[in-house]
């Protein structure tokens, strides 16, 4: 399918649930801790340098970033979880609109779970997992932070991460840098796939 990436736009950052889009387009979310990368790898995959807000410290995303892209399908930015130094009330509010988020099936028609490519996922990460699996919906892990290994390290990591998850068989990881592009056409291809496949079922 074609879409024209440079018609990207930032269209609503959700606070409550009625702030949620309902249009039917397919809604693609990225999920991953607050310092991960997740705003950046948004931007990689686009080509922009800053669409998505990355801040200066972690936990700049509190809101759900909502980014229409060539008006066929979003790209959806979750609040960053696992950040110490915001305050609990804080974080207590991001965890009920996640929740909120999900508790409605019929918004999310892929998940991307973004994960840091040298540690072995955190319990908040498998939560997050957990929660994707629990959907029932395709989803996604993007192992970010590439870079920063070795080549001697980059199997061995993957290996502990798809373990840590669980992840069945079915779930795709692909290694990414958002520093350097190195995933960007394997995750953008899975994408518009899924967008291609998800509006030849609706025509169905």
Known sequence: MKVNL????????????GDFPRDRLPQVVFAGRSNVGKSSV?????????????????????HINYYLIDGQFYLIDLPGYGYAKVSKQERDRWGRLIEAWFADTSLMTLGILVVDARHKPTADDRTMSDFFQATGKSYTVVVNKLDKLKKS?????????AQVLELPQ????????????????????QILNHVANWRGECVL
């Open 153 to 161: 390290e980059v199997q061995p990591n993957l290996g502990q991460i």
């Open 170 to 189: 079915s779930v795709p990881v692909i290694p990414f840098s958002a520093q350097k592009g190195e995933g960007r056409q394997k995750l953008l291809d």
């Open 6 to 17: 440079n018609q990207a736009q930032f269209v609503r950052s959700a606070a409550r649930p």
């Open 42 to 62: 948004i931007n990689r995959l686009l080509n922009r340098k800053n669409l998505a807000r990355v801040g200066a410290a972690p936990g700049k995303t509190t």
